[in-house]
């Protein structure tokens, strides 16, 4: 595409966020009670950002302009942190990491792919150097490690020469066996052709029944080719199978990967001239206007001492850093105005000093204390829920106004278009930010009980280390830690949550998860997806097994043998059904135990506690005013 339809992309957009942010400030004011209602509004927010950020992520991406990509790139900052922040709304107000977004996808007209939200290109073209050298530095680990597996050398047993002339003996008897027996059927065919001429050429040959017989046969063959034919048109008309060159790269598309890759060249040359202007303007600035420049503020300094001479009768002392030095003088005030605020800001900061010795508040008593608390609760209840302030909606709502105010007739003016499973020590994962740590069967960590096999292992020696760790970890690090666990209930449930902030309780797939689960990873493993290959059948047999199992099975299935055959043997789902008889699926006791589980963490408590309104805590509460009442009156 051209500069002029990314102009114009980047215009519309701005127009949608410029409406959704005025939408915002309407319902900050607002109070809400009713929760559907406030999810609803939520999560109309959410999809319509992801809607911006998509189109202005990929504006960002081919925008040659630098001026116009720093403006877009701090609208898109604002919005990306503005969509963590609803998302963080959506899990508070419902208690759950999963959400759901059918009916207003339907009422927007919008399908499930355009939620999902792409990671942005520049995150590589920017760290691209740095990936390198992390790759760089990785392999370097592995080699050292001696776990790099394209350079991995297999030790050879040596076996006694009489054995090696033995497997040579049956090798080569099995091929002689193969031999003989390829000789043998070959002189028995030559052998029946013969008996079979002689017995043909005894009787009279029928040509009308010959031709016939081959009629029927090529008629019979043809007819079979044509409804076959059809049937594939039929069913591309209905939509049921895609058209014939559907999967293939149409001509369009390579040339606008061609463009794009000549455009980002365009992108970095355009970047490093401005960044050039900007030192050579400067200089040049200093160089030609330097000396006058200089020379005016000399004179106005020197004019300001002299009036404030004329007004007071001493020389000024020159202004301190702290208070804003020389800048103080180039204000638009008077040499009075600015001597009498300095004389203010003193008085200010002596009366403060003051105040702050006087400030001891006699304590208020505990009831008072409580009674304020319970105003205070109550009044929220009576208040109802407002949408938390947000840190992002700032720089979106300036952002917009610099659009506003410098670009909107630059909006639509088109420009020239170029042509056609151990946790790694701080956690390395500091030195090589953003950066994420994965550690495996998490659950060993905080073992109620150690197994007897495993105690050699020791694996509750991290149990103390871990969190000390994760408190050297500062709140601008980005390094994120993922457990992954299959059995979480062996673990002790104080120490589990205190080390992780989210645990996330992983559904079974439904059938339509299933179905494309099968789908891509059939794919992405070489397979090739025919009419023979029945998914929906696979999808609904699956019920109860986890996308690990469908990953193990289509792995175990499509072997570099089995890829090599497609061809002329195509897939079919009786192949995978063999592999998944081995496997025992995720039973309903199994996922109950789960569940049970996951309602003992704290998200899952509240999530009990909303959904039971709120009754174990009142009773708790009457329980402890009941108690506080009768010591009051044993006193």
Known sequence: MSNAMYNKMWHQTQEALSSLLDKESETVMESQRNQGFIFQMLATFYIKYVQIFRNL?????????????LLIRKILD????????????????ELTEFHYFDDIL????????????????????????????????????????????????????????????KVIQIAERARQGRLRAMFMKQIFLQEYRAKQAKFLSEKVADLEAAALQIQKVWRGFHQHKKTEKLRQEEMIFLGMNPPPLFNEVSATIIQAEKVTSLRNEVQIKHEEKYREA?????????????????????????????????????????????EGGSAIIFSNKTPQQVTEDILASQEEEEKNEKNKKKAKKPKKPKEDQEKKSTREKSKEEDEGWKMSPSVFLPTMEEGNNVYKALLPHQALHPQPSPGPTHPPPPLVARQLQPSVVWIGDTEKT????????????????????LPKILRLLKPGDRILIVGTTQRPFDAELQSFCKVYQKIILVPRPDYASRFVLWKQIIQRNGGIITNALNISCL????????????????????TDRRIHRQNYK?????????????????????EESFKDWY?????????????????TEKGKGEKKEKKGKKEKTKK
Not at 78 to 93: A, F, P, Q, S, Y
Not at 543 to 552: L, M, N, P, S, Y
Not at 604 to 611: D, E, F, H, N
């Open 599 to 615: 309602a003992k963490t704290p998200m899952g408590k509240k999530r009990a506690l909303a959904l039971t309104g709120g009754i």
């Open 446 to 465: 905080f073992y109620k009980k150690v197994p007897s096999a495993e105690r050699m292992m020791e694996p509750k020696r991290l149990k103390k280390q």
């Open 78 to 93: 604002g919005v990306m942190g503005r969509i963590l922040e609803l998302k963080h709304d959506m899990v508070e107000l």
């Open 278 to 322: 900007l030192v050579t303007i400067k200089d040049d600035l200093k160089l030609i206007e330097g000396p006058d420049i200089k020379e005016n503020l000399q004179d106005q300094i020197r004019h300001w001492f002299i009036e404030c001479r004329n007004l007071t009768g001493t020389f000024p002392d020159y202004p301190h850093v702290e």
């Open 539 to 558: 999808a609904k047999v699956t019920d109860g097994f986890t996308q690990g199992h469908i990953v193990q099975v289509v792995k175990g299935v499509l």
């Open 570 to 590: 195509p897939l079919v789902a009786a192949e995978f059904m063999a592999a998944l008889t081995r496997m025992s699926p995720v039973y309903q006791e199994e």
């Open 106 to 165: 339907q009422d927007l007209k919008l399908a499930p792919q355009q939620l999902d939200i792409p990671i942005p290109k520049y995150f590589l073209k920017e760290k691209l150097e740095v990936i390198k050298g992390r790759e760089k530095i990785l392999a370097q680990i592995l080699a050292d490690t001696g776990l790099d597996m394209a350079e991995k050398k297999y030790s050879v047993k040596s076996i006694p020469l009489e054995e090696a002339v």
């Open 57 to 69: 992520e990929n504006v960002y991406d081919q925008t040659v302009h630098p001026q116009k990509r």
